[in-house]
């Protein structure tokens, strides 16, 4: 019986931390909606495989660490992105900035959007035409690492924004449409210091579906 004691005694300061370490919300790698392979010849395997195996896992394994004992535990990616700075910032902007990427693609992706999307494009430069060229300049002038941006403001207009490194809309009030990555790990596999040829190809698989329904 005093064993018996002991042993419960013993045992209850571990079940309450096992429990208390449940309630630590993770960050988690986003899952691919296609396999690795799915988007060649526009995005190769091996780039999909260092961007989103490799870049972004790190960048949630950061995110991880760094939130431990500090006003960002538990929080979620949005609130993070708009109110932290530093490191923290640094890799919860690549987090929320790489899920909406990776999510945007389809390898039946291509053509244009319809409905709202696309009427309010063409409000806002008159063709889908013309805001594909204007979201290429905006995707090939930023200088060094970044994201070009499609966003929407609160009353719905568009706007195209360029962010350095781990940018986002989000920290102007804009919500985040569609994106492409300009750093350079995102094409030099595939197309070296080709930054607008790999631009130009992305267009062939971007879902427009799942973009017209962030809007
Ligand atoms: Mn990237």
Known sequence: MINLLITIAFLLPNNQQTAQNKTIMKFELVKLPYAANA????????????????????????????VVGT????????????????????????????????????????GKPSGEL?????KTWGSFEAFQKEFETASTTLFGSGWAWLAADKDGNLHITKEQNAGNPLRNGYKPIL????????????????????VKELWKIIDWKTVENRY
């Open 71 to 110: 006003e960002f535990e538990n929080a979620d990616l949005e609130t993070i992105v708009k109110k932290s700075d530093g490191a923290v910032f640094n890799n919860a902007g690549q987090i929320l900035n790489h899920n909406l990427y990776f999510t945007q693609f389809s390898p039946n992706g291509g």
């Open 39 to 66: 988007l060649e010849p526009v995005i190769s395997q091996i780039t999909i495989e260092l961007h989103h195996g490799k870049h972004l896992a790190t960048y949630v394994n950061n995110l991880n660490n760094l």
């Open 179 to 198: 994106g492409f990555d300009v750093w350079e790990h995102a094409y030099y596999v595939d197309y070296q210091n080709r930054r607008a040829d790999h």
């Open 118 to 122: 696309l009427a309010a494009i063409e």
